[in-house]
């Protein structure tokens, strides 16, 4: 990118592994939702100020942790555009990724008031398509919540993306390695690879071909099968 436009490019990563949504959104974000607040108070997550920084090391990972510590001090940079890769620790049943799709869809609208910039682009990115015990689905719940989200803001002509995984071969097996899992693919060039043409068409103008991936168009049952269509194949 920065070979062709000469623009200079800056990445500010705030990554933290093994991270709930919560731990991302803001207080104000939360207690201002009674819909959010009431799911994270059901399941045990939610965590008044009485109870603040009291997670045995792991403050970080509280509520609205991260979102202090990470998020908050970069949104008046003027950021260009945001990349979220984030949702293992809630593949779960499917209340749980209704409530993921409310907060991320919540949380982005946040992020751009608090930027002041209402065109600011995100791209979503799906996870890998690793089975988790004991919800087989959880990963479909979960990846659908993340495209109803690019859904919900592309309605409203928001600069939301969503960068597709679920086509992609699960190559993470490392030679000699027991303990390895598809959570966090060894090759992630072919994901990266759509993120950037994402980015190149969206953020910077370029162009580029009109499928990033298979696309789902429709669905037909019959007595014993069924048969789904795909576009941009």
């Known amino acids: 990118i920065y070979k062709e436009l000469k623009v200079p490019i800056g990445i500010i990563n705030a990554a933290v592994g093994g991270t709930s949504i919560e731990a991302w959104m803001s207080r104000e974000l939360i207690d201002g939702n009674e819909n959010l607040?009431?799911?994270?108070?059901k399941r045990e997550r939610y965590i008044d100020l009485k109870n603040w920084n009291k997670s045995s090391g792991r403050n970080y990972n509280q509520m609205s942790g991260l979102h202090n510590e990470r998020i908050n001090p970069v949104l008046k940079y003027g950021i260009k555009g945001i990349l979220w890769l984030q949702g293992e620790s809630s593949v779960s049943d499917e209340k749980e990724a209704k409530f993921y799709q409310k907060s991320l869809s919540a949380m982005i609208t946040n992020w751009k008031i608090k930027s002041g910039d209402y065109k600011q682009s995100v791209i979503i990115a799906q996870i890998a398509?690793?089975?988790?015990?004991?919800?087989?689905?959880?990963?479909?719940?979960?990846?659908?919540?993340?495209?109803?989200?690019?859904?919900?803001?592309?309605?409203?002509?928001?600069n939301v993306f969503i960068a597709p995984a679920y086509d992609l071969p699960m190559e993470w097996k490392i030679p000699g390695n027991k303990e390895s899992h598809p959570i966090h693919p060894v090759k992630k060039e072919k994901l990266a690879l759509r993120i950037s043409k994402i980015a190149n068409c969206c953020i910077y103008g370029k162009s580029i071909e009109k499928s990033i991936a298979p696309e789902f168009d429709s669905v037909s049952y019959f007595d014993d099968y069924v048969i789904v269509r795909f576009k941009n194949c």
């Open 129 to 158: 398509n690793q089975y988790y015990q004991p919800y087989p689905f959880g990963v479909s719940y979960l990846n659908e919540a993340l495209s109803n989200v690019c859904k919900e803001h592309s309605r409203r002509y928001e």
């Open 37 to 41: 607040k009431k799911h994270l108070i």
